[in-house]
């Protein structure tokens, strides 16, 4: 299931619970795309990111290439055709809504000033300085610079790992495009108000005024900014909510609270429109290697039946306990293989 979405899908979301796997599975099943030929970007949105760590590498808010098949890279470069079909390779990109947020605030901030006297410049810094720690600035600039990178994608990527924050954050995240573009239709409409009486104001002062030239430009830019992000977040909605080329992975673990807090997380996000792909339940106990660990198993088994029950006939895959650190190609690239039907027993 999980590498058939991969293989169909253009862009993946894996979420869970904290500390189940998610980075984990993310990164092998990008590594494993990318190891048959595709481009994979893989974008980590947990402020806590952790996707640097299990690469051995600072990965930042643009894209970082982790790997890149170097067989096809050598040939691509004596055929002189770069980026040739199968030239599978695998960028990665930690968002900073920081980095997004000062630099919209920064926009912001230009124009403001540009509008006001000298002497209420400070206000101006003041006043931005609140917002940036506003709450929900943080959360809006995460959805926007997701938003870019999805709309971004296709040109450079035939597939996106999208790397969640745990379980609440993400359900929020997923159901903030539709609140976000409600948000700026509201703002289109109040500008279009405060643009009615501006021009009001205008033919009354008769048209001659040098000024109004200028303000009607800044009316238009103030729109077409908002036109931009009311669109960007309509198309991530859309892309989202299409089952067709988008889909959810819930990664857990085969304990009880796991179990039911992954039902409720389905729920969630089919309230939100978007569809669950399917269930993988990580580090799974051998059942071959002691007592103890059987024994695990055998409790691992049964929650596993009350997934399944749960379910409501979506796929449930498992993945086995590792026993090395999961740091770095090699440990990656033996998770990725236990995804793949073709190479478990
Ligand atoms: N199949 C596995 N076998 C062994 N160890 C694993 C396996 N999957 C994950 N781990 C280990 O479990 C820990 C948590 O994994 P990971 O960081 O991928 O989880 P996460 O869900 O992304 O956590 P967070 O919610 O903190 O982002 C890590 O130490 C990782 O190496
Ligand atoms: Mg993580």
Known sequence: MLLDLARSRRVLFIGGKGGVGKTSVASALALRRAREGARVLLISTDPAHNLGHLWERRLGDSATTVWADEESAEQSADDAAPGAAGAGRLDAVEIDPDATASAHLDEVGSTLRSMM?????????????????????????MLERLAVLLDEGPAGHDL???????????????????????????????????????????????DDDPESTSSEG????????????????????????DAGRCSFVIVLTAERLPVLESAALRDQLAEAGVAVGGFVVNRLSPSDAGEFLAG???????????????????????????????????ALDALGAAMDPAETP
């Open 296 to 330: 695990r198993r055998a409790q691992e088994q049964t929650q596993l039946a009350e997934l399944r029950r749960r379910a409501d006939g979506a796929a449930v895959e498992t993945l086995p306990l590792l026993a090395g650190e999961l740091v770095g190609v090699a």
């Open 160 to 206: 996106i790992i999208v790397d969640t924050a745990p379980s609440g954050h993400t359900v929020r995240l997923m159901a903030l495009p539709e609140i976000m573009t409600a948000w700026t239709e509201g703002l289109l409409d109040r500008r279009t108000r405060a643009e009615r009486f501006g021009a009001a104001v205008r033919a009354l002062d008769g």
């Open 218 to 241: 800044r009316d238009r830019r103030i729109r077409r900014a908002i036109t931009r992000r009311r669109d960007r977040f309509a198309t991530m909605r859309a892309m989202i909510t």
């Open 117 to 141: 006297p000298e002497h209420l410049h400070s206000e101006v810094d003041k006043h931005l300085d609140l917002a940036a720690r506003s709450p929900g600035t943080h959360e809006s600039a």
